[in-house]
């Protein structure tokens, strides 16, 4: 197969050149109404011959499908055009059965979570390790996934979240390896590693062993948002189940032009070469050698190269995330500690920024104010947990303060956002550790999808649940 072809981008190329009449949908015409349809409206298009049918795919979008297939080393490799969410979705509901547990790490994303509830899978959640010096969560051990499937024998399957949220990689083969020998399918949501195994970078999960993958090109890759992979390593898993499903959870009108992106980052990917990952390599060390020159700033460098973590002495997170974007710079997302920034994959020729990103940050680390910064050193502790309770939107809620609320049941899931991954979940015991945590991140001003009374310091809990 020739990873130099876009089939999909070269059809709809070709059918502009027709110069068409539209007696079809979309409404737009081709984008010859409207500012912002006219901007992306040529190519998109609807089911019409030529262009093939991402839910009965035998054209040019079986063939970006197939060559996203060969790239990616996968017996199947499918577009997805509603996110990740719908990959995590269709991968726990087509292989695990209603009723079973399902070995979760500790730091997935709401969407495994929802996959759950829609699944009627019970999940068992594992503390990741922290990494000590960005105190975040890293990976599991495989230790503890041991202890956890021999706790729950009748789970068959473990949903790994790799690369972390801020690029830490963990013990994935290790992991995997006691997986396998445990008689585990692996569902790994790689949303963070659609770069993963191009030169100089860490390995995808489906290169050691992975049974199916979930990865957002559109974090990583030159792909429009929503645009994600799916991929399955084998015959053994039931690929057609997995199709049946992402026919039932992606629209009937799949975006024509989030497809011809995620056929154009593929693309991008599979002709990345040593030398690109050498000049990426150059301007990524150039950036972090001139940030470290600048007195109070602090880089963290996690095991992924597109990732970096910045902090500076004096200020919080936000507070440094506040300041950049005065200056027009904007991060993925800010912590109590730091920020974190995605670098882009960069190919020989392209430019960076780098000149107005350092001076932005010398100003505010010269000019901004010293406060008082908490303590979060991790306190890490090997957990298995469960839910407390299912289904607890089905039952009666109060509102309790967060300093009363230790042993009692969330009726509510927060979520820091982002990056999308719950601290709290309806259904499970709320403790002091966690509670505390919760605090602190109210206190930095953190973003929270739900939780609408913790600005008054309250909590939904379950009326009558409690340890």
């Not at 072809?5 to 737009?28: D, I, Y």
Request: one cysteine or more; glycine letters at 8%; charged letters at 20%.
């Amino acid at each position: 197969m020739n990873q130099k072809e876009r089939p999909l981008v070269e059809a709809l190329e070709n059918h502009m050149k027709q110069h068409p009449v539209s007696f079809h949908v979309p409404g737009h015409k081709n984008g010859l109404m409207g500012k912002v349809a006219g901007h992306v409206g040529a190519w998109d298009q609807t089911e019409i011959s030529g262009l093939d049918d991402l839910h009965a795919a035998d054209g040019p979008i079986a063939s970006a499908q197939d060559l996203l297939a060969t790239h990616a080393g996968a017996f199947k490799s499918y577009f997805l055009v509603n996110g990740s969410t719908t990959g995590n979705l269709a991968m726990v509901m087509g292989l695990c059965e209603p009723g079973s547990h399902l070995i979760v790490a500790g730091n997935a994303h709401k969407s495994v979570i929802h996959a759950c509830r829609l699944a009627r899978v019970k999940p068992v959640f594992l503390t990741p390790d922290v990494h000590l010096e960005s105190m975040t969560p890293s990976g599991l051990s495989p230790g503890l996934l041991k202890k956890a499937a021999h706790a729950f024998p009748d789970a068959t399957a473990v949903l790994l979240t790799y690369p972390s949220y801020y690029g830490h990689t963990g013990q994935i083969k290790a992991v995997i390896q006691q997986a396998k020998s445990l008689g585990l399918t692996v569902l790994v949501d790689e949303a963070h590693g659609a770069h993963f195994s191009l030169p100089g970078f860490p390995v995808s999960s489906l290169t050691v062993g992975a049974d199916v993958v979930v990865q957002s090109a559109h974090k990583t890759l030159p792909a429009l948002t929503m645009g994600s992979y799916l991929h399955i390593s084998s015959k053994q898993v039931d690929h057609l189940k997995i199709e049946q499903l992402l026919g039932m959870l992606q629209s009937s009108s799949p975006s024509y032009p989030i497809m011809a992106s995620l056929d154009d980052a593929r693309h991008y990917a599979a002709t990345y070469s040593d030398e690109d990952a050498a000049f990426f390599k150059k301007k990524r060390t150039e950036l972090i050698t001139r940030l470290r020159d600048i007195p109070r700033l602090k880089v963290i460098e996690p095991e992924d190269p597109l990732k970096l973590l910045i902090r500076i002495d004096g200020m919080s997170g936000p507070d440094v995330q506040a300041a950049c974007e005065k200056r027009g710079i904007f991060a993925e997302l800010a912590d109590p500690l730091q920020v974190l920034w995605i670098l882009p994959l960069l190919k020989v020729g392209e430019q960076a920024e780098w000149d107005r990103v350092i001076e932005a940050l010398s100003e505010i680390a010269k000019t901004a104010e010293w406060t008082e910064q908490r303590d979060l050193s991790a306190s890490y502790t090997e957990e298995i947990t469960t839910l407390s309770v299912q289904n607890t939107d089905q039952l009666p809620a109060a509102v309790e303060s967060i300093d009363l609320a230790a042993g009692k049941i969330a009726a509510e899931t927060i979520i820091p956002y982002p990056p999308g991954i719950p601290i709290i979940i309806a259904g499970e015991m709320l403790t002091q550790k966690k509670l505390s945590y919760l605090k602190e991140l109210i206190a930095a001003h953190v973003r929270f999808q739900g939780g609408a009374y913790l600005i008054e310091g309250n909590i939904m809990i379950v009326e009558g649940g409690s340890s």
